[in-house]
């Protein structure tokens, strides 16, 4: 049996086709509840997609399927990290046309609204050996993030540094120094979420 997995193994490295999957987020179940546009409660485990603004959730037996303009907000116990998430249907125009309600996960509250949609991306990575040149394909998560100011429409934020800094420009030096002291990126989730989060708390003191 071992004989024939490292047969396989083998063959898919030399013809290039080594292929690193994981599960993501939005593949599993999660414990959660959803709230419709009428204001009832649906409870069960839920699995939520961003890419189509549709949320399944699973009683028992029965599936019942929801899309963006049939409820308002869900929230899952995420089963993959162990942490809470919260999710709300926004309108937004992406493109030529009306607005439509889309998917949004809420990030950080405040005085700045830090919200995000991801999806899932394949990279194809080259692997170089003395004998023999190969490839592998890896699938990782990937974010757009979008900002809600008060009294102002939702927008995509592009993950440039000035243009953040343009945003809390009441606050430019501070941040600036809280970004260099932490040495945090921009364009990186995590550090985003802590960059608001700064800025909100300043904002907040004032």
């Known amino acids: 049996m071992r004989a024939i997995t490292f047969f396989i193994f083998l063959s898919l490295i030399f013809s290039g086709s080594l292929v690193l999957a994981q599960e993501f987020p939005s593949q599993a179940w999660h414990k959660g509840k959803l709230v419709t546009n009428e204001g009832d409660t649906v409870k069960g485990l839920i699995k939520y997609d961003q890419e189509t603004d549709i949320v399944q959730i699973q009683q028992g037996t029965k599936t019942k399927t929801f899309t963006a303009r049939k409820f308002s907000y869900f929230e899952i116990l995420d089963q993959l990290s162990g942490y809470y998430r919260y999710f709300y249907t926004i309108p937004f125009q992406s493109g030529p046309g009306y607005r439509v309600p889309q998917l949004f996960e809420l ?44 009294s102002k ?36 989730k995590r550090d985003i979420v802590r960059i608001v989060a700064y800025y909100n708390a300043l904002e907040q003191d004032s």
């Open 107 to 150: 990030l950080q509250e405040g005085n700045l609204t830090l919200l995000s949609r991801e999806y899932i991306v394949t990279e194809n990575l080259p692997q170089y050996n003395s004998y023999y040149q190969s490839s592998f394909s890896r699938q990782r998560l990937n974010y757009t993030f979008y900002i809600l100011e008060e």
């Open 153 to 188: 429409d939702l927008y995509r934020y592009n993950g440039k540094r000035n243009d953040l800094l343009e945003i809390m420009d009441d606050y430019e030096s501070e941040i600036k120094k809280y970004i260099r002291k932490n040495r945090l990126r921009t364009d990186e």
